[in-house]
């Protein structure tokens, strides 16, 4: 069969054009497909905790842009036995630099808590802050100040609502207004571990 | 691209193209497939989000038994917008034969967080004015004896109460400006032991009673500052005085009111208002 004659020759047939077509059809098609999985995995990566409970796994993820793991800390509780503890080490904003301090993560909580007494630390004026009220556990009611502070988690700084509590022996909370609204919190108890990524 | 090549695809049935095309959207689809039948299911609606509803004034009505009274008007002092809590007993509940009222100005339903028997909640109005906080309940009225002071970013006269050992803490103050006269009431929360108040030098200490409520014990003490402290004053955080406990206790400053010479009051703040030591 000589192709070349049978296309070539027919004027009303575009053939180079219905080709051209037909590649970009199988083109798109490819690409459309190949943007689907890139995607895909993504989303993935970002949802699921990697970490395979090694410490230099978590190390490592720890390093990544996204993603913070730490590994769980755990309470031998007089009444209750061995309890996780979900409490992280988190880098603060302060007006010396960055200080790492320790947080409760607390879905519970509305909104994240520190007493008053680091509001200076962390350059806030309570004097300027809005002064609310918040419930504690027996809806006890303590004054707070609302305003925002700094954290890091990987390597991205992050802004977060934050009431200072004038309770002086409040501790130190992450809640959820702007910390769970803005990232995905895990507990994987097959690597003991708690991941922190942000929302995909 | 080679004729061969162009000529190929020209022969290459369109049948053929929705195959591959169907095939290769089925193995990418696949994998997100896989994922959202092993994603958890979403419980939370959509539709709350979208349309929050405003917070309700939390209140549990409760028959007053008696007259009402007002124990304590927490803090004294605050921004527009700012909470306060006026703790007192028979205070009943929301009802629209009750009102609280900050210097005459009855304080509306928006401005309202929380009523219940013991404690109403409020935040201080747009265009509100210092003075007194007065409730009426079902008919029953009470004004709190201390004055409410509506501050702003022009109100200066600040008082600090800090620990500064493990039993004493100091109120320092500063832009005392013309005030002759500091009316305090110490609030001891949590403690039945005594407080010791030793004025400064430059401070005079002409009077001190203490009187309980069901919140705690109240050490009200007045004192007269002279011409030195107040200059010094308006250079720097100046003491007044020093608070020495004896057992473990929160002491806060519950009531604050600095006179002048023409008994005018001069609108003044705490921070931190209470110390724990």
């Known amino acids: 069969m000589n192709d070349e004659y049978e296309v070539g020759q027919n004027p009303a047939q575009p053939w180079k054009l219905v080709a051209g077509i037909k590649i970009l059809v199988l083109v798109l098609v490819i690409g459309v497909a190949g943007g689907l999985f890139i995607w895909q995995r993504k989303t993935a990566q970002i949802n699921t905790a990697q970490s395979t409970a090694g410490f230099t796994n978590l190390i490592n993820l720890a390093a990544n842009d996204t993603i913070l793991t730490i590994p769980y800390q755990q309470t031998l509780y007089k009444h209750f036995g061995n309890a996780i503890n979900p409490q992280i080490k988190i880098p603060v904003k302060t007006i010396n630099g960055f200080k790492e301090m320790e ?12 007493p008053q007494s680091l509001a200076d630390e962390l350059g806030a004026d309570l004097t300027q802050l809005p002064r609310i009220t918040i419930e504690g556990f027996a809806g006890q009611k303590t004054f707070a100040y609302r305003g925002d502070f700094v954290i890091k988690i990987g390597k991205e700084e992050v802004a977060i609502p934050v009431v200072f509590s004038e309770n002086p022996d409040a501790s130190k909370i992450l809640g959820r207004i702007g910390f769970f609204d803005d990232f995905n919190i895990v507990f994987n108890a097959k690597t003991k571990s708690i991941t922190i990524s942000k929302k995909g | 691209m080679s004729k061969r090549l162009m000529q190929w695809f020209y022969k290459f049935s ?3 193209i929705a195959g591959i095309s169907l095939f290769i959207l089925t193995l990418a689809i696949l994998p997100m497939a896989r994922e959202a039948v092993l994603n958890p299911t979403r419980t939370r609606s959509e539709a709350s989000l979208i349309h929050p509803t405003p917070q309700p004034i939390t209140q549990e009505f409760e028959t007053p038994k008696g007259l009402p009274k007002i124990f304590l008007v927490d803090h004294f002092f605050g921004k527009v917008g700012d909470a306060v809590l006026i703790h007192g007993e028979n205070l009943g509940g929301l009802h629209q034969n009750s009102s609280v009222s900050l210097a005459g100005k009855k304080i509306e339903v928006n401005d309202l967080v929380s009523w219940t028997g013991s404690y109403i909640e409020f935040k201080v109005p747009q265009g509100a004015n210092s003075g007194q906080m007065e409730i009426n309940i079902l008919g029953n009225k009470t004004t709190w004896p201390g004055m409410f002071f509506v501050t702003d970013e022009n109100t200066q006269t600040e008082l600090r109460l800090e620990k500064i050992t493990v039993n004493e803490a100091k109120l320092t103050a500063r832009y005392l400006q013309n005030g002759q006269e500091l009316l305090l009431w110490l609030l001891v929360i949590g403690g039945e032991d005594k407080l010791t108040i030793a004025p400064e030098k430059g401070v005079g200490l002409t009077e001190q009673r203490n009187f309980k409520y069901p919140i705690g014990q109240i050490y009200e003490v007045k004192l007269k500052l ?33 006179s002048t010479a023409r008994a005018t009051l001069i609108p003044l703040q705490l921070h931190p208002l209470y110390v724990s030591f």
């Open chain 1, 103 to 114: 947080f409760l993560i607390d879905s519970g909580a509305v909104v994240s808590a520190l």
């Open chain 2, 14 to 16: 369109w049948k053929k």
């Open chain 2, 226 to 258: 002279d011409g030195n402290i107040r200059t010094l004053s308006n250079q720097e955080l100046t003491g007044l005085l020093t608070v020495a406990k004896t057992g473990e206790f929160l002491v806060g400053i519950a009531r604050g009111e600095l």
